[in-house]
């Protein structure tokens, strides 16, 4: 399993590309990081998930280091609407289900 | 819109109660989750469902159940409520069993009194 850490608060300017780190220094060879977010009290959000490659969608990019003991997660160009807890999910439990940290609190001001 | 509903969006009782969360998976999808959610505390995930089977169970109290009915939908029971029971309850689903790609309805809020 993986051990988790993030940030707990962040703030980014809106306009500017928002960098979310993630480290899982623990992190089993084919184990994905998963990245979610929640809009205050809304449900959590899919946003993008990669295993050893960058990936890219709409949404977000996700850089994962050659060694994969840590992610960044980025929000190119971040509105006030991407105010949220941006969580980083590489860990699963002995019954395959994610492992919830406490995110990290990403706030985009005007 | 994620495409998981979930009802009701509000429910306010009283302690030693019983009520029954309701939720709709997106169409297609298998598995259904369950998350508990306090105040300012991360998701705690409670039972997973996949096409009408229970599939892994988490930190789910006893006098807590659930079940997936064959049109898929899912019901979580909360019995004998205490004040701590207060919190968010989401409903996730999935395309299968181990997919962590999981899509959220938009939860139902618990008060207990």
């Known amino acids: 399993d993986a051990k988790t850490t993030q940030p707990p608060s962040m703030d980014c300017a809106e306009g500017r590309a928002a960098n979310l780190p993630c480290n899982h220094s623990?992190?089993?060879?084919?184990?994905?990081v998963y990245w979610y977010r929640q809009i205050h009290s809304q449900g959590p959000q899919y946003i993008i998930h990669?295993?050893?490659?960058?990936e890219t969608n709409e949404m977000a990019s996700l850089i994962i280091t050659e060694d994969r003991k840590s992610s960044t997660l980025i929000l190119p160009h971040a509105t006030l609407r991407d105010t949220a807890v941006y969580y980083c999910?590489?860990?699963?439990?002995?019954?395959?289900?994610?492992?919830w940290g406490a995110g990290t609190k990403l706030i985009i001001k005007p | 819109d994620s495409g998981v509903t979930q009802t009701p969006k509000h429910l306010i009782t009283a302690t030693g109660q019983r009520v029954t969360l309701r939720c709709s998976p997106r169409s297609g999808d298998l598995s259904v989750y369950w998350y508990q959610q306090s105040l300012d505390q991360g998701l705690q995930f409670l039972i997973q469902y996949y096409n009408g089977e229970e599939r892994a169970k988490g930190n789910i109290l006893e006098r807590f159940s659930a079940q997936q009915f064959p049109d898929l939908h899912s019901e979580l029971n909360l019995s004998s409520l205490e004040l701590g029971d207060s919190a968010l309850y989401f409903c996730?689903?999935?395309?299968?069993?181990?997919?962590?790609?999981?899509?959220f309805g938009p939860g139902t809020r618990l008060t207990v009194t």
């Open positions: 623990t992190i089993s060879g084919n184990e994905y």
């Open positions: 996730a689903s999935s395309v299968d069993t181990r997919q962590r790609e999981q899509y």
């Open positions: 999910t590489p860990e699963i439990d002995s019954n395959y289900q994610l492992i």
């Open positions: 990669g295993l050893k490659n960058n």
